[in-house]
């Protein structure tokens, strides 16, 4: 009797059955994102959505899925392209703050090559002769994120040395002599003090001049511009000569200026025994011309003393010697010859408690009292007041 397939075995053949026609069957092809999402779309007014009413799409929902396609690969290239713009605005920030924040090194220097020549002609002259010696940025500052300011230092040298008068603690007396040989020498002229054959010859004192500024020192001239940025590009404007500063001014003149009038140049070996040969001729002068003018006076005021009175016949009949009296009463008279052993004057004592002496009130409408002329003597000197 054969055996009957339990139930177990019925189930499995049942299930082998179904997976075998299941492998037959062919499996239908799967759906991209897009499609699926298409689809989706059109179907949402069926009562059951993702799925269809008819076995097929018609050809409305083919135009609607088409339609959809394009709309999406539109919306996905838009958004491809605003990443290509942000990626270009974030690049273009990104160079020109960390790549192109100024404009270069080559550029500056090509700007302000000429900046010497131009700025030499303000400085140098032919009391002042200078040079250029180069020019370099000494400051740039930022103003803001598209403009710069810079400063150009251009250095100009001394061709030769300068020179001033001087006029230290070591020409005081120099100085000092000249002004009195000048007034000596007025002196000589106006009283014609000596002769043809004692005439001495007048000393000359020239112009004493001291260096202020070596050949070689160098003044620094600052001049000012500005930079604009033209996206990655940066625009140079135009140096501003007009608001330029200078850190020193220079004292003093070449000796050029001085080639049509006598000097000496104080602190050179070369000069300094000249110095002394030409000041020790100016001291003679003045010490003879000053020896001259007190000759001078002394013979006029003897000139001017009145005559000695005429002695009279009797006088001189008699042959009488002149009394004291006489010789007091002469015009010159005589000081008296102190004697050491007389006594010596005792003044009398200070009394406080005496009464004051009362002066008499001043009267206005009292007659001038008229002083006697007197038998001093009258010295006509050499007014000391220039012509």
């Keep these: 009797m054969a055996e009957l397939p339990t139930r177990a075995q019925a189930r499995a053949h049942v299930r082998k059955a179904a997976a075998a026609a299941a492998a037959k069957v062919p499996k239908a092809p799967e759906m991209s994102a897009d499609l699926a999402a298409a689809v989706a779309a059109v179907t949402t007014h069926v009562a059951v959505p993702g799925s269809t009413a008819a076995p097929f799409i018609t050809a409305t929902q ?161 001049v000012p511009f500005t930079a604009r940025r033209f996206g990655w590009q940066w625009r140079l404007d135009p140096v501003q000569i007009g608001l330029r500063s200078v850190n020193r001014a220079l004292e003093g003149d070449s000796l050029d200026r001085y080639d049509d009038i006598p000097y000496l140049i104080y602190g050179v070996p070369s000069t300094l025994a000249d110095i002394r ?22 013979v006029q005021a003897v000139a001017t003393v009145p005559a000695k009175p005429p002695v009279a016949e009797s006088d001189e009949a008699t042959g009488d010697a002149k009394s004291d009296e006489d010789e007091d009463a002469s015009p010159v008279a005589k000081r008296p010859v102190p004697d050491p052993n007389a006594p010596a004057i005792v003044r009398p004592a200070f009394d406080p408690n005496a009464p004051a002496i009362v002066q008499p009130a001043f009267d206005p409408n009292a007659p001038a009292i008229v002083a006697p002329s007197s038998g001093k003597l009258s010295f006509n000197l050499p007014s000391s007041s220039k012509r």
């Design 62 to 222: 083919k135009e609607a899925v088409a339609r959809e396609l394009k709309r999406r690969a539109k919306v996905r290239h838009a958004k491809q392209v605003l990443v290509v713009i942000a990626a270009l605005v974030v690049l273009q920030f990104a160079l020109a703050r960390l790549v192109f924040n100024a404009p270069t090194e080559v550029a500056l220097r090509e700007h302000i090559a000429n900046l010497p020549e131009e700025v030499l002609p303000f400085f140098s002259s032919l009391r002042q002769p200078l040079q250029t010696d180069g020019v370099v940025i000494a400051q740039a500052d930022q103003i803001d994120g598209n403009h710069y300011r810079f400063v150009a230092s251009v250095t100009l040298r001394l061709r030769k040395p300068l020179y001033v008068a001087a006029a230290t603690n070591g020409t005081v007396q120099y100085r000092r002599l000249q002004d009195a040989l000048i007034s000596a020498r007025e002196q000589d002229l106006r009283f014609n003090l000596f002769s043809q054959a004692d005439a001495m010859e007048t000393p000359v004192l020239p112009l004493l001049l001291q260096q202020s500024h070596q050949a070689g020192e160098a003044i620094v001239v600052r």
């Design 277 to 298: 040969q030409r000041t020790r001729q100016a001291n003679q002068y003045v010490v003879e011309v000053t020896k001259a003018i007190q000759r001078r006076a002394n």
